[in-house]
């Protein structure tokens, strides 16, 4: 079951959405690659945990490698990871 809570929205620049509420999520904890591997070794497989935690360690590797490439990686079901970039200001012309 996913676990809600309703906030009101206080943001009094997007006027349509202003005093309304909206569902948001409700996280109640965050597990790690080490919490991961445990959980997924139990579900009938023949892997350890030791190998699965290898796996995960060395895809994240591997996604960060091509990512820092220019590449989207796309994991079914589950997200695409690309670069991004978060600029302060703007520049006023295109060499600056």
Known sequence: MI????????????????????????????IGIDELAEHMSSHNTPFSKGAIK????DMVSCVKELVLQNKAVKIDNLAIFSIGIINKMGAASIKE
């Open 3 to 30: 676990l809600i809570k309703l906030a009101k929205n206080k943001n009094k620049t997007i006027k349509e959405a202003y005093g309304k509420y909206y569902a948001r999520p409700v996280v109640t904890e965050t």
């Open 54 to 57: 290898g796996l995960l360690t």
